[in-house]
């Protein structure tokens, strides 16, 4: 049976900055469990089968069943048989019925709370995260060593259960069937050990069948021709160059790989040194087979040049420029033949090496965990192209488990976890309760975990010279150990230090030190934009956006330069209010300033429709209620600021019949507020919107729509507490779904803490 690590680690290629503090593993265990629990086990991943067939085109994302099962049981004394209320027609929502639903929902959250304090939760739902890993697996010979029987058996189930009805794979685990999921995911199960025509109802046949009806493997995005070229299922020669050389130029330069968004660089640097040794695998049976089984015509016989400019029309989001198709013909027709002659072959070769030096810092600093799973297994394969037995890739073997989630679904690569965020949101959802009596000890394991991820130390050197920023102070998405900034989590960790730190020591634990709220305030303060006021993610924003002509993606928008996002703008704000309130003698001025122009910024980028567009959750409703929440934290009201009565407005005008809120994933990509099919109700985006509404005095002016959504919360509740799992409700550069698993039990007793404090703030305790 399986069971879930928290906060362990071992061995000699392995190494942690705060003891591991955050970290979580699946390991399987064959003498674990009692018979129930193995039952229940199976019984879980039945159900979710059984609905994917019966309605794949309603498949929804994991409800991360695993993990609970085994943190419930973990924490058995708190007890969760409180029967759930359920009104009818005709009935309305009164305090001691919110009060009973909240109570329940905070004893939930508290027994699936992970024993170092974070909440641990599944942040995946892209299908190309996962092959490229087993491509470096299986070309290092690793597959067999480091996962089992059961990881592959997992594996498989995980990509056959999202598989779609025509064969194909999308691009994450809701969307239509694309080339990149389905190419990817077809190699993946072959790998595996699946051969060509396995799979339930000749499921491997009818993927093959989708990819030569699409026009075969050659038509994959960029990205893929890269891990395909890498497995020797696709030749360089149909890449798009990717030159090392890039990395020579002087950084002044506005084109320079050092202005790139974090992420872009981090994925585009492993490439191009893969690229520049045009490097691939040994060239098995297995790769021979491959080769004839995803192209439609024989391999040999492939126009590689006609293939560099190819794409599936299912898989176009971001069509190349002309400027990004002419340099790129420059590169492949002149500059790739002279690299090839001496003496220009020596300024390759000393390209590559600065490109090593880089891709080294960048995983050392990071405790090899890279900045994500797409860099992951890029630095995978880049280290055993360099030396397949030197120490660096060893290490990276080692943080391997940190990126694979299990759930009743099956197994599959995450993002990098998203540990922090999940916590400080819990964090904040549990005190706005107010009920101090059923907080246990939850916040103080809440307020170590938070004080212990902090990043406590710049990475290591010359860091500005390696393209890094400073970074003591901040808090990264998932654990400290990654090492990068993360600007919301940040500033939503400050803010529950700074809630924790005005409640008795008995109920949250020891203060953080001063210093330390300092130094996170000086990271938030250097992430804002001069020029337009609104803050980064990672690094101070680049206002170059002319660059982004240069987007080598066809799958993502926005991805050259490192820009502003009013979702995190919103939360810095409220965090820099709440500090300077407790704290007023730290950059008082500066503070003054920064929120002024924050502020300008949100209101400048508004939408005519009233909303604000969110970039890390869907869409326009997950923007509206962070910019709403900040904007009411520097005192802006529905009746002094049209841009609050406009987001309410906006608000008020998409609740739907029965009360509640619902948005397409498809309002991120073509960036239209469009509702769920049906007009139903998704309790996420139901409670994003009530907060938003209560942020902008929806409580105080007329609280019946919150009633109403309320009643819909209420009722939904299962009987655990927990909430039920509905669509994905993440994403990212505006055209990738991303699944918060922890979302539809943090955001609905966050929403239902707020209600009840805001509609009967009279029945409060003083």
């Not at 685990?173 to 396995?198: C, F, K, N, V």
């Not at 198709?325 to 090496?353: C, T």
């Not at 797409?374 to 397949?388: H, T």
């Not at 949100?602 to 005519?608: A, S």
Request: proline fraction near 5%; charged fraction near 20%.
């Amino acid at each position: 049976m399986w069971k879930l690590k928290i906060a362990e680690g071992n061995g000699p290629y392995l190494y942690s900055t705060n003891n591991y503090t955050g970290r979580q593993i699946w390991e399987f265990d064959p003498t674990a469990g009692t018979p129930e629990e193995r039952a229940a086990v199976e019984k879980a991943q039945e159900e979710y089968k059984k609905v994917f067939k019966k309605d794949r085109a309603r498949a929804l994302p994991c409800a991360d069943l695993l993990m609970r099962m085994q943190f419930k049981k973990e924490h058995k004394n708190i007890d969760l048989s409180i029967p759930p209320v359920r009104l009818g027609e005709k009935e309305e929502v009164t305090y001691e019925v919110a009060t009973t639903a909240l109570r329940k929902a905070v004893r939930l959250n508290r027994a699936i709370q992970a024993r170092d304090g974070h909440w641990a939760a599944e942040n995946a739902g892209p299908m190309f995260f996962t092959p490229p890993l087993l491509i470096i697996l299986h070309i290092s010979g690793a597959i067999n060593t480091v996962l089992t029987a059961e990881h592959r058996k997992e594996l498989m189930r995980y990509i056959y259960l999202h598989q779609n009805d025509d064969g194909g794979w999308g691009f994450y685990i809701e969307g239509h069937s694309t080339m990149i999921g389905s190419a990817l995911s077809y190699i993946a199960l072959r790998l595996l050990g699946e051969g060509p025509d396995g799979g339930e109802g000749g499921a491997m046949t009818k993927a093959r069948k989708w990819i030569l009806d699409n026009g075969g493997a050659t038509g994959i995005p960029s990205w893929g021709k890269t891990y395909l070229s890498v497995l020797g299922v696709y030749e360089w020669e149909g890449c798009n160059p990717l030159s090392p050389e890039f990395w020579l130029f002087p950084s002044f330069l506005p084109y320079h790989p050092a202005k790139m968004w974090c992420y872009c660089r981090t994925t585009y640097m492993p490439m191009s040194y893969l690229y520049g040794r045009k490097y691939h695998g040994p060239i098995t049976d297995l790769v021979k087979s491959l080769r004839q089984e995803i192209h439609p015509k024989p391999y040999e016989e492939i126009d590689w040049n006609k293939a560099r400019h190819e794409c599936c029309k299912e898989d176009m989001y971001y069509q190349h420029t002309f400027i990004q198709d002419l340099l790129w013909d420059g590169l492949h027709y002149v500059s790739e033949p002279i690299m090839k002659l001496w003496p220009f072959n020596k300024i390759r070769e000393r390209a590559i090496q600065k490109t090593v030096k880089y891709l080294r810092y960048q995983a050392e600093t990071s405790r090899y965990m890279t900045i994500g799973c797409v860099e992951k297994s890029l630095q995978m394969m880049c280290w055993w192209a360099e030396n397949p037995n030197g120490d660096e890739f060893k290490h990276h073997l080692a943080r391997v488990p940190d990126y694979l989630w299990l759930a009743e679904d099956g197994m599959k690569m995450q993002s990098f976890g998203s540990q922090v965020w999940d916590t400080v949101l819990a964090t904040q959802a549990i005190i706005a309760s107010n009920m101090d009596d059923e907080f246990g000890d939850a916040l103080k394991k809440a307020h170590f975990y938070i004080k212990e991820s902090q990043i406590k130390e710049n990475p290591a050197g010359d860091f500005m010279n390696m393209y890094r920023h400073f970074t003591k102070g901040a808090w990264t998405f998932s654990d400290q150990d990654m090492g990068w900034v993360v600007s919301d989590c940040t500033a939503e960790s400050l803010k529950c230090l700074l809630l924790l730190s005005q409640m008795p020591p008995e109920v949250s634990g020891e203060k953080a030190d001063t210093q330390r709220l300092y130094e996170a305030v000086n990271v938030l303060l250097y992430l804002q934009s001069p020029e337009s006021g609104g803050f980064a993610i990672w690094e101070p924003p680049v206002p170059l956006p002319a660059l982004q002509v240069l987007n080598p993606s066809e799958l993502f928008a926005d991805i050259v330069v490192e820009t502003e996002h009013v979702e995190c703008t919103a939360s810095i704000i409220h965090a820099l209010l709440a500090f300077k309130r407790l704290h007023p003698g730290h950059r008082e001025k500066e503070i003054d300033v920064s929120v002024a122009k924050a502020i300008r910024f949100l209101e400048g980028r508004q939408w005519p429709n009233g909303a604000w567009y969110g970039y890390w959750g869907i869409c326009f409703i997950y923007g509206t209620f962070f910019v709403l929440g900040g904007l009411a934290s520097a005192g802006k009201t529905y009746n002094n600021c049209q841009a609050m009565r406009r987001g309410v407005e906006f608000l008020l005008s998409i609740q739907n019949e029965e009360g509640g809120w619902g948005e397409s994933l498809e309002s991120c990509p073509s960036m239209e507020y469009q509702p769920l099919e049906g007009n139903r109700t998704n309790l996420v985006q139901t409670s994003w919107a009530m907060m938003g509404l209560i942020h902008g005095g929806q409580a105080e002016r007329d609280p019946t729509p919150l009633h109403r959504a309320a009643k819909l919360l209420i009722n939904a509740q299962m009987d655990d507490g927990d909430f039920p799992q509905q669509e994905i409700t993440g994403v990212y550069m505006k055209n990738c779904m991303l699944h918060y698993a922890q979302y539809r039990n943090i955001f609905p007793m966050w929403a239902l803490g707020e209600y009840r404090k805001r509609v009967w703030p009279s029945s409060q305790k003083v």
